[in-house]
């Protein structure tokens, strides 16, 4: 049986009626995110949300947000990132028991076939992420406990550099070759996902993939010169899945919103000319 795992990231959402860096309303896009996942063809075993839940890490966000995710009936499990507070985002979802009730968000969880492990990369306060010994020690445990069975690790700021410059920056500045040490001991490490980026990118990692997903709102502009200005688009926003079909995990990028389609390929059996 295929286990599916969306992974949203990077929703930023504000109080109703508040914008974004003065100018971007985040909750219709993930309004339009949370539909194009109802609509999928297979439903989701659980949805993982990769951290930037709110902008601010404020109450009435977190309100928001809850809102606007109430239409998923599947599992959705939530990560900090460097835009949310831990303590508040427990205080405003109490029926997340997996968040803990202090310190570190870090959770395992099983979604279908898969283990979910959620790292917590986050330093109060600052943009940028780490990985202390704890946290590390903490993940070491868990795969030495779920050893052959298939993992997905997920974190907020990647493990690699993007070569975006104001974002690398920002990005893992320390543990990330620890964390690979550790993924490339453990086979059964099928992804490691991540945030932060607001783009989709891919690299190799510890012998498995690392990869970040698309924000269903803004991307950060692409833009590889290490001198890059610090800016955002609106480019065509996204979700990732992975779908474990019983032998390996299969990673698409889906787009967020409505289209035109389906339309056959053929009719009554030949190429439609």
Same mark, same amino acid.
């Given at each position: 049986?295929?286990?599916?795992?969306? *992974?949203?990231?990077?929703?930023?959402?504000?109080?109703?009626?508040?914008?974004?860096?003065?100018?971007?309303?985040? @909750?219709?896009?993930?309004?339009?995110?949370?539909?194009?996942?109802?609509?999928?063809?297979?439903?989701?075993?659980?949805?993982?949300?990769?951290?930037?839940?709110?902008?601010?890490?404020?109450?009435?966000?977190?309100?928001?947000?809850?809102?606007?995710?109430?239409?998923?009936?599947?599992?959705?499990?939530?990560?900090?990132?460097?835009?949310?507070?831990?303590?508040?985002?427990?205080?405003?979802?109490?029926?997340?028991?997996?968040?803990? +009730?202090? +310190?570190?968000?870090?959770?395992?969880? *099983?979604?279908?076939?898969?283990?979910?492990?959620?790292?917590?990369?986050?330093?109060?306060?600052?943009?940028? +992420?780490? $990985?202390?010994?704890?946290?590390?020690?903490?993940?070491?445990?868990?795969?030495?406990?779920?050893?052959?069975?298939?993992?997905?690790?997920?974190?907020?700021? !990647?493990?690699?550099?993007?070569?975006?410059?104001?974002?690398?920056?920002?990005?893992? $500045?320390? +543990?990330?070759?620890?964390?690979?040490? /550790?993924? @490339?001991?453990?086979?059964?490490?099928?992804?490691?996902?991540?945030?932060? /980026?607001?783009?989709?990118? %891919?690299?190799?990692?510890?012998?498995?993939?690392?990869?970040?997903?698309? =924000?269903?709102?803004?991307?950060?502009?692409?833009?590889?010169?290490?001198?890059? =200005?610090?800016?955002?688009?609106?480019?065509?926003?996204?979700?990732?899945?992975?779908?474990?079909?019983?032998?390996?995990?299969?990673?698409?990028? @889906?787009?967020?919103?409505?289209?035109?389609?389906?339309? !056959?390929?053929? %009719?009554?059996?030949? $190429?439609?000319?």
């Amino acid at each position: 049986m295929t286990s599916l795992l969306v *992974q949203l990231s990077d929703l930023h959402i504000r109080e109703p009626g508040r914008l974004a860096y003065g100018r971007l309303d985040t @909750a219709p896009y993930l309004r339009r995110a949370v539909q194009s996942i109802l609509q999928l063809r297979q439903s989701p075993t659980a949805v993982v949300i990769t951290g930037d839940l709110s902008d601010f890490g404020r109450a009435p966000e977190y309100a928001h947000l809850d809102e606007l995710l109430a239409p998923l009936p599947m599992p959705v499990y939530l990560m900090p990132g460097n835009h949310d507070d831990r303590d508040q985002l427990r205080r405003s979802f109490p029926g997340h028991g997996y968040l803990g +009730g202090e +310190g570190f968000v870090q959770y395992a969880v *099983q979604v279908g076939a898969l283990w979910l492990l959620a790292l917590d990369t986050c330093v109060p306060g600052h943009s940028h +992420g780490t $990985l202390c010994e704890q946290r590390l020690a903490w993940l070491e445990a868990q795969l030495d406990l779920h050893r052959g069975e298939p993992v997905v690790i997920a974190m907020h700021h !990647p493990p690699f550099a993007t070569l975006i410059g104001h974002m690398d920056e920002i990005g893992l $500045l320390q +543990g990330a070759a620890a964390l690979e040490a /550790l993924v @490339a001991r453990h086979p059964n490490v099928e992804r490691v996902i991540c945030g932060h /980026l607001h783009r989709a990118i %891919d690299v190799r990692f510890g012998g498995s993939i690392a990869s970040t997903s698309p =924000s269903p709102a803004h991307q950060v502009m692409l833009d590889l010169s290490p001198d890059a =200005s610090s800016a955002w688009m609106l480019e065509p926003p996204g979700f990732r899945i992975h779908a474990w079909d019983g032998g390996r995990l299969v990673t698409h990028l @889906a787009a967020s919103g409505s289209f035109e389609g389906p339309y !056959p390929f053929h %009719d009554q059996g030949m $190429l439609i000319d």
